[in-house]
C-alpha cells in the first residue's frame, strides 16, 4: 500500500533521524559494508522525492503536517514547492554518495558508526529545514543543523584544531540562529500566521512594517553567519578540521547553503525593497572576491575549494539581491551547478590525500597515470567549475550575465565584478584539475594509486551529471529552472535555456573573456599567491583572531564573575539567598497592598478575631513546645554535635505536627528528611571536631539575626494572608474527583506526584541522581589520590 503525499513529505524530513539512530547498529553488523548499507536511506529519499516531484513541476504544492503543540495551535508543518524540491533533492542525492564515501573514506576507523550516525542526522537536519513550512521548525532543525555540524567538524576531537574549529562554527552560527528565532516571533506576530506558504500570500505586511528593518536585519544575520557572508566568514576555512566526507557535505548542499535557502525562501516576504537589494549585493560582491582571492592564497586542496565556496556563497547571496527573474533563474541553476562539481572536487580531494598521503599541490604532480578514474572526476567537475559549453556551468554563467549586460552604470558595475569573479574562480578550478593530476609525476609520502570503487562512484556520478544537464537544457530548464523561480518568485517563470551560439550576442563574449582572464589567472598563479600571501601577513589583526581575542576576553570575563560569585564562601551564598527570599516576600506585598490587612479596612474585619489557635488538647500542645524547644536548643547549642541533635528535635517534632493535623504523607516525609539529614550531617561532620565550640562575632549573630527574623516573619505575613482570602478548591476537587478513575490512584498525593505532576517529579529525581554521580565521582576520585600517595 502506497503512502500518501503527505505522509511522504513526513518521511522525506524523519526518516534520516531513524537510520542516524540506527547507523552504529547497523557498522556492528555490516563492518565495513555499512556505506553501502545505510546508502540506501538517502537513496530512497531521493527516489521518492522523484515521484513527488511530478505534480511540484506541474506547479502543485504538497504540503503535510504533524501535531506538535495543538493547544497552542503549533503543527510540525512540512510543504514541497518548486524552490524546496531543488535543495531537497540535491541534499539527498549528493548526501547517499557521501555515505557511500564515507564508508570506504573512514575504513577501520573505531568510530565510523558514530560518524555516519552523525552524518545521516545532519543530512534529516537540513531536509527537515528546506522542508518546513513552520518557522519555529524551520528553526528547530536549523539549530539541528549547528549541532551536527559541530559534532561532524570536532569528529577527531584529539586534535586541538578540529576542536577550535568545531567551537567557531557552533559559535558564529549560533549567534545567526538566535537573530533567526528573533526574527520568526517578529515576523509572526506581524503577520498573525507560522506558516511560510501563508505568509507568502500576505502582500507587503512585513515590508510596509515600521519593523520591517529589524525584521530584515535579523534574518540577514541568520542567513549571512550561515552562509559565511563577509565578514563572517572565517569560520568556513577552519571547517575543513573535519573528515573530507564532512566538507564535500557542508559546502556543496547542507548547511552553508541553508542561508542561501532562507534568502530566496524570504524573497517574496522581505525583498524587492533597496535596502534588501544594496545590502545583498554589496556584501555578496566583496565576499565573492575576496573567496576567490583567499582560494589563490592557499595551496592545500581542501583550503582552496573551501575559499571557493565563500565566493560561490557571495555570488549566491548577489543574485538573490538582484531579484530579476534572470538573476534568480541564474541563482537557481548555479546552486545546482556548484554543488555538483564542489562535492566530486572535494571527493577528489580526500581520494588524493587518502591514497598519496598530502593535499599540497605544490609536491603533487602527474597523478593522473596513477588515478586516471579520479582524474576524469576532477576534470568534469573542474570543466564546469569553469563553465565552459555542455557543462551545467555554463548556463549558470550565462544567465547571470543576463541578469546585467542591458543594465544602467551600476548593473555594469556589478557585471564587472561578475566577470572578474568568475574568471578567478576559473582559474583555480584549472589550478585544481591540472597540478595535482598532469605534468611531471613528484613523489609523495604513499604510493600513489587508484581510490577504492565507493570514493569514486561521486565524483564520477557529480561530473556526469553536470555534463548531462548541460546538455539537456530543456530538462534543466522545464524540471530545475522554471519551478523554482516561480516558487521565489511567485508569479509562473517560463524555461528559456536553449543549447545555442548567438556570436552577436554579448554573452558569449563576456564568457570567453571570463575564461581568457581564468586561463592568465592559472598561468600568474605563484604570483598571485606569492603577492597575496606578503600582504595577509603585514596584516596584524584579521577576523579569525579578532573571534580568539573576543573569545579569550569573555572567558577571561567568565573566570573573573566566578570567582566574585562563588568563591566557596557558604556562609556568604546563605546570605544571599535569604535576602532574596526576603525580598521575594515582601516586595509583592507592599507592591501589591498586600499589607493593608494588618491595619484593616471596614470591609476586612477585625482579622485578630479570624486568626484565633485552634483548641489544642494536651498532648498537641506538648508536641508544639517540643518543637519550640528543639529550636532554642539549636540557637543556644555551643558545639557542633548539640546543633545537629537539636535540629533533628525540631524537625521530628514537626513531622508529629504534620501527622497530628491530619497530614501523614508529609508527616513520613519530614521524618525521613530529618533522620537522613541527621545521619549526613553527623557523618560529615566526623571528618571535624564534634565538640568544637564555634564562636561568632556579634556582626553574625545580629546579621543572621535580623536575617531569621524578617524571613520568618515574611513566610508568616504570607501565610496570614493566604488565610485571609476564600480558598478556591476547584483544583483540589478536580484532582478528588480524578484521581481513582483516571489515574487508579486512591492516594492523591501519590497521584499528583507521579502522574499529574510526572515530568516535574521525574526533573526533580533526575537532580538527585545526576549530584549523587557527582559525589561518587568525587568520593572514587579521592581514594585513588589518596592510593596513590605522594
Known amino acids: 500500500m502506497g503512502l500518501s503525499l503527505d505522509a511522504s513529505i513526513a518521511l522525506v524530513a524523519l526518516a534520516p533521524f531513524l537510520a542516524a539512530i540506527l547507523a552504529p547498529f547497523i557498522h556492528r553488523l555490516a563492518g565495513s559494508y555499512s556505506g553501502w548499507v545505510l546508502a540506501m536511506v538517502p537513496i530512497g529519499i531521493f527516489m521518492l522525492l522523484l515521484r513527488l516531484g511530478e505534480p511540484v513541476v506541474a506547479g502543485e504544492t504538497i504540503a503535510a503536517a504533524i501535531g506538535w503543540v495543538p493547544s497552542y495551535g503549533l503543527t510540525l508543518a512540512f510543504f514541497l514547492d518548486g524552490l524546496s524540491l531543488i535543495f531537497a533533492l540535491t541534499i539527498a542525492g549528493i548526501g547517499a554518495l557521501i555515505v557511500l564515501y564515507a564508508g570506504a573514506y573512514l575504513k577501520g576507523h573505531p568510530h565510523q558508526g558514530r560518524f555516519l550516525a552523525y552524518l545521516l542526522a545532519f543530512m534529516g537536519s537540513m531536509l527537515g529545514l528546506v522542508l518546513a513550512d513552520n518557522m519555529l521548525a524551520l ?18 576531537h584529539n586534535r586541538q584544531a578540529a576542536r577550535r574549529g568545531a567551537i567557531q562554527a557552533l559559535v558564529i552560527t549560533n549567534i545567526g540562529g538566535m537573530c533567526l528565532l528573533v526574527g520568526v516571533i517578529l515576523a509572526q506576530h506581524l503577520s498573525g500566521t507560522w506558516l511560510l506558504s501563508e505568509m507568502r500570500g500576505l502582500d507587503g505586511v512585513l515590508k510596509e512594517s515600521a519593523l520591517y528593518g529589524l525584521v ?3 534574518f540577514l544575520g541568520a542567513a549571512f553567519t550561515k552562509s559565511a557572508q563577509f565578514p563572517l566568514h572565517f569560520w568556513l576555512p577552519n571547517a575543513m578540521e573535519a573528515p573530507t566526507p564532512v566538507s564535500a ?20 516576504v522581505l525583498g524587492g525593497t533597496s535596502v534588501w537589494t544594496g545590502v545583498l549585493v554589496a556584501f555578496g560582491g566583496v565576499t565573492l572576491i575576496w573567496g576567490a582571492l583567499g582560494a589563490l ?36 541553476v548555479y546552486f545546482v551547478a556548484h554543488a555538483c562539481y564542489k562535492a566530486g572536487l572535494f571527493m577528489v580531494a580526500g581520494a588524493v590525500d587518502h591514497e598519496a598521503g598530502t593535499r599540497d599541490i605544490t609536491v603533487l604532480g602527474g597523478l593522473a597515470d596513477k588515478m586516471p578514474v579520479t582524474f576524469i572526476g576532477a576534470a568534469l567537475a573542474a570543466l564546469s567549475m569553469v563553465g565552459l559549453p555542455l557543462t551545467i556551468g555554463y548556463f549558470a554563467k550565462e544567465e547571470m550575465y543576463l541578469a546585467l549586460v542591458s543594465g544602467d552604470w551600476l548593473a555594469l558595475l556589478v557585471l564587472a565584478v561578475l566577470v572578474i569573479g568568475n574568471a578567478l574562480l576559473a582559474g583555480v578550478a584549472l589550478i585544481v584539475m591540472i597540478r595535482p593530476f598532469l605534468g611531471d609525476a613528484l613523489p609523495t609520502p604513499k604510493s600513489a594509486h587508484e581510490a577504492p570503487v565507493a570514493m569514486l562512484v561521486g565524483p564520477i556520478l557529480l561530473g556526469g551529471i553536470g555534463v548531462v544537464a548541460g546538455i539537456l537544457p530543456d530538462w534543466l530548464s522545464q524540471d ?29 563574449w563576456l564568457s570567453a573573456l571570463t575564461w581568457l582572464l581564468g586561463i592568465l589567472v592559472f598561468r600568474q598563479a605563484h604570483t598571485i599567491r606569492t603577492v597575496l600571501r606578503r600582504a595577509s601577513s603585514g596584516q596584524g589583526w584579521n577576523a579569525d583572531t579578532v573571534f580568539d581575542a573576543v573569545m579569550f576576553g569573555l572567558i577571561r570575563f567568565a573566570a ?12 556568604f551564598y546563605l546570605v544571599v539567598v535569604f535576602v532574596a527570599l526576603a525580598v521575594a516576600l515582601f516586595w509583592p506585598m507592599l507592591a501589591l497592598g498586600g499589607l493593608d490587612w494588618i491595619v484593616p479596612k471596614a470591609e476586612l474585619g477585625d482579622w485578630s478575631k479570624r486568626l484565633v489557635l485552634p483548641e489544642l488538647r494536651p ?60 545521619v549526613i550531617l553527623t557523618i560529615v561532620m566526623t571528618n571535624l571536631r564534634l565538640d568544637a565550640r564555634d564562636h561568632r562575632p556579634f556582626e553574625d549573630w545580629a546579621r543572621d539575626g535580623t536575617l531569621a527574623i524578617v524571613c520568618g516573619a515574611g513566610v508568616s505575613l504570607l501565610l496570614m494572608l493566604v488565610l485571609t482570602g476564600t480558598l478556591d478548591t476547584r483544583l483540589s476537587d478536580f484532582f478528588t474527583a480524578t484521581s481513582v478513575p483516571i489515574a487508579h490512584g486512591a ?44
Do not use: C
Not at 543543523?145 to 570536532?154: E, P
Not at 586542496?301 to 565556496?309: E, H, P, R, V
Not at 548539640?642 to 516525609?669: V, Y
Not at 507521579?754 to 541522581?769: A, N, P
Open 139 to 156: 528553526f528547530m532543525f536549523w539549530e539541528a543543523t549547528s549541532i551536527t555540524s559541530f559534532l561532524l567538524i570536532g569528529f577527531d
Open 216 to 218: 530584515l536585519m535579523l
Open 249 to 268: 557535505f557542508l559546502h556543496s548542499a547542507t548547511m552553508v547553503q541553508a542561508g542561501v535557502y532562507l534568502l530566496a525562501r524570504m524573497t517574496p
Open 297 to 332: 592564497r592557499e595551496t592545500d586542496l581542501k583550503q582552496i575549494l573551501a575559499q571557493t565556496t565563500i565566493a560561490s556563497l557571495g555570488l549566491l547571496v548577489l543574485l538573490i539581491g538582484l531579484g530579476s527573474e534572470a538573476a534568480i533563474a541564474a541563482m537557481l
Open 480 to 508: 530545475v529552472l522554471a519551478p523554482g523561480a516561480t516558487a521565489i518568485l511567485g508569479q509562473v517563470v517560463e524555461p528559456h535555456l536553449k543549447l545555442a551560439f548567438d556570436l552577436a550576442s554579448p554573452l558569449i
Open 560 to 571: 573573573v564573575v566566578t570567582r566574585a560569585l562563588h568563591h566557596g564562601k557558604l556562609e
Open 619 to 678: 498532648y498537641e500542645w506538648g508536641v508544639i513546645l517540643l518543637a519550640v524547644l528543639g529550636l532554642v536548643a539549636v540557637l543556644i547549642a555551643q558545639s557542633r554535635l548539640i546543633a545537629i541533635l537539636a535540629l533533628g528535635i525540631q524537625g521530628t517534632a514537626l513531622a508529629l505536627i504534620f501527622l497530628l493535623f491530619g497530614a501523614p504523607d508529609l508527616a513520613f516525609t519530614q521524618l525521613m528528611v530529618e533522620v537522613l539529614s541527621v
Open 747 to 790: 492516594n492523591i498525593v501519590n497521584v499528583i506526584l507521579v502522574d499529574y505532576r510526572g515530568f516535574d517529579t521525574l526533573g526533580e529525581i533526575s537532580v538527585v541522581m545526576g549530584a549523587g554521580i557527582a559525589i561518587l565521582a568525587l568520593l572514587r576520585r579521592r581514594k585513588k589520590t589518596e592510593g596513590a600517595g605522594p
